[in-house]
């Protein structure tokens, strides 16, 4: 296979017309301009040293020598060479709650808007770990399969909102089972599930699920967003709140127990997420402890240069236009290689 590095470069091959056009339209007036003065045979004769085609190679290999520096700087590369790169790093998949009481605001500027402010900063610290995004309400369903792609990952990240499910509920069990089904094959690895949930109406099977993922050496971490004091949740009604069935304003309130027991049952830690970024250090500090294997063994082609044998032929080149005079050599008077 051949490509060239730096294509932009082969613009300059463009020259090579516009170089050609004004040389032979400076011969065609230096003819006119010899007519003027005598019969071109009288004029050849007085000229014997002169040579009207030495001038045209010389030309000529300039012109194939500026088109191969054009070729030269576009670096071109032809055949491959493979390399093995391996990448030390952990595995994690967020399981992220987007039910919406997640729309509360006694975190800023949203539980959920919070939420995923810390997913994108975990994200950004990561170079070459593994990450997979999970969201729930009353169903769970993969948000993006586990990825080194880490700006595939924000960009899922920014798309996350309530209305991408429409049963409501907390179903962290089947999130958790989810997560199970998320990770590698590769058991060596580090691999935890961070939740990230207010932790409100959840379902059962959650216990179940935690030690499934347990008995893999998965650890789950609980972030619980919000406070166990409580907020309404923003109506779609300008400057009201959702309300129940009697008209009364429905408070949802973090479930900061049922958060601390799924963290004790997973083998993580359990941190509450406020308007400080104490769960953002919190959480970077208990993933690094995780050990660090090879998650990723990844075979590529890259392509070898071959600029310097353009290179050598450039010099050649030069070196040939050199040694041809533009007049007749006396050395090789006797050796018509470019007649008269």
């Given at each position: 296979?051949?490509?060239?590095?730096?294509?932009?470069?082969?613009?300059?091959?463009?020259l090579?017309?516009?170089l050609?056009?004004?040389?032979?339209?400076s011969?065609?007036?230096?003819n006119?301009?010899i007519?003027?003065?005598?019969?071109?045979?009288?004029?050849?004769s007085l000229m014997?040293?002169v040579?009207?085609?030495?001038?045209?190679?010389?030309?000529?290999?300039?012109?194939?020598?500026?088109g191969?520096?054009?070729v030269?700087?576009?670096r071109?590369?032809?055949?491959?060479k493979?390399?093995?790169?391996?990448?030390?790093?952990?595995e994690?998949?967020?399981?992220?709650?987007?039910?919406?009481?997640?729309?509360?605001?006694?975190?800023?500027?949203?539980?959920?808007?919070k939420?995923?402010?810390?997913?994108?900063?975990?994200?950004?610290?990561?170079?070459?770990?593994?990450?997979?995004?999970?969201?729930?309400?009353?169903?769970?369903?993969?948000?993006?399969?586990?990825?080194?792609?880490?700006?595939?990952?924000?960009?899922?990240l920014?798309?996350?909102?309530?209305?991408?499910i429409?049963?409501?509920?907390?179903?962290?069990?089947?999130?958790?089972d989810?997560?199970?089904?998320?990770?590698?094959?590769?058991?060596?690895?580090?691999?935890?599930?961070?939740?990230?949930?207010?932790?409100?109406?959840?379902?059962?099977?959650?216990?179940?699920?935690?030690?499934?993922?347990?008995?893999?050496?998965?650890?789950?971490?609980?972030l619980?967003?919000?406070?166990?004091?409580?907020s309404?949740?923003?109506?779609?009604?300008?400057?009201?709140?959702?309300?129940?069935?009697?008209?009364?304003?429905?408070?949802?309130?973090?479930?900061?127990?049922?958060c601390?027991e799924?963290?004790?049952?997973?083998?993580?830690?359990?941190?509450?997420?406020?308007?400080?970024?104490?769960?953002?250090?919190?959480?970077?500090?208990?993933?690094?402890?995780?050990?660090?294997?090879?998650?990723?063994?990844?075979i590529?082609?890259?392509?070898?240069?071959?600029?310097?044998y353009?290179?050598?032929?450039?010099?050649?080149?030069?070196?040939?236009?050199m040694?041809?005079?533009e007049?007749?050599?006396?050395?090789?008077?006797?050796?018509?290689?470019?007649?008269?």
């Amino acid at each position: 296979m051949f490509r060239f590095e730096e294509p932009t470069y082969l613009y300059l091959l463009l020259l090579i017309p516009v170089l050609a056009a004004f040389y032979l339209y400076s011969n065609y007036k230096r003819n006119k301009a010899i007519c003027r003065f005598g019969d071109p045979v009288l004029m050849a004769s007085l000229m014997p040293e002169v040579s009207k085609y030495r001038p045209n190679v010389k030309f000529a290999i300039m012109l194939t020598v500026i088109g191969l520096f054009a070729v030269l700087l576009a670096r071109p590369q032809f055949g491959s060479k493979p390399e093995t790169i391996k990448r030390q790093g952990i595995e994690v998949i967020i399981a992220l709650d987007i039910s919406n009481s997640m729309l509360a605001q006694d975190v800023q500027p949203s539980r959920l808007e919070k939420a995923k402010r810390i997913v994108s900063q975990l994200v950004d610290k990561m170079q070459n770990d593994k990450v997979g995004m999970i969201v729930f309400a009353g169903d769970a369903f993969t948000q993006l399969p586990i990825t080194t792609d880490y700006i595939s990952a924000k960009m899922f990240l920014e798309t996350i909102e309530p209305s991408l499910i429409s049963k409501q509920g907390t179903a962290i069990g089947a999130a958790i089972d989810l997560a199970n089904h998320s990770f590698t094959p590769n058991e060596e690895v580090g691999r935890t599930i961070i939740l990230i949930t207010d932790g409100e109406n959840h379902e059962g099977g959650v216990n179940e699920a935690i030690k499934r993922a347990t008995e893999k050496g998965i650890q789950v971490n609980v972030l619980g967003v919000g406070s166990p004091e409580g907020s309404p949740i923003p109506s779609d009604e300008e400057n009201d709140y959702r309300r129940d069935r009697d008209g009364n304003v429905i408070i949802t309130r973090l479930n900061e127990q049922m958060c601390q027991e799924i963290a004790q049952i997973g083998k993580g830690i359990y941190v509450r997420v406020d308007n400080t970024n104490n769960a953002q250090e919190a959480i970077n500090k208990e993933i690094n402890k995780l050990a660090k294997a090879d998650v990723e063994t990844q075979i590529y082609t890259d392509f070898n240069e071959q600029f310097q044998y353009i290179a050598w032929i450039i010099l050649i080149l030069l070196f040939v236009e050199m040694l041809i005079l533009e007049c007749k050599n006396p050395l090789f008077r006797n050796i018509h290689l470019f007649s008269k």
